[in-house]
């Protein structure tokens, strides 16, 4: 997700990057990563976001393999991961990772 967001980072302002853990929570381990990089369209994306080969930014190098990664790896641990994005303002992304 770092590297999307310094790939993806908007054109128009610095790049920011907020990573945010709350651990012990009642369900386990939240993540919270934001950028303000230039996001994509919510609507457009739908479903797919998460899903191998897909890709939003055609201007940028890329396999579209990496978001699907995370949501599998994560998965795979009993965790999963959200997304909201708008185009042009950002990106943040909430990985619930499981107690045990």
């Given at each position: 997700?770092?590297?999307?967001?310094?790939?993806?980072?908007?054109?128009?302002?610095?790049?920011?990057?907020?990573?945010?853990c709350f651990g012990n929570?009642?369900?386990?381990?939240?993540?919270?990563?934001?950028?303000?990089?230039?996001?994509?369209?919510?609507?457009?994306?739908?479903?797919?976001?998460?899903?191998?080969?897909?890709?939003?930014?055609?201007?940028?190098?890329?396999?579209?393999?990496?978001?699907?990664?995370?949501?599998?790896?994560?998965?795979?641990?009993?965790?999963?991961?959200?997304?909201?994005?708008?185009?042009?303002?950002?990106?943040?992304?909430?990985?619930?990772?499981?107690?045990?």
């Amino acid at each position: 997700m770092l590297s999307n967001a310094i790939n993806y980072r908007s054109r128009d302002r610095s790049l920011v990057v907020h990573i945010k853990c709350f651990g012990n929570t009642e369900k386990g381990t939240l993540i919270s990563f934001s950028d303000n990089g230039s996001g994509f369209d919510m609507d457009k994306a739908g479903d797919d976001v998460f899903k191998l080969y897909k890709r939003f930014h055609t201007d940028k190098r890329g396999r579209g393999i990496g978001l699907y990664l995370v949501k599998t790896h994560l998965e795979a641990m009993g965790g999963h991961v959200e997304v909201s994005s708008q185009l042009g303002v950002g990106t943040k992304f909430l990985i619930y990772l499981p107690k045990n």
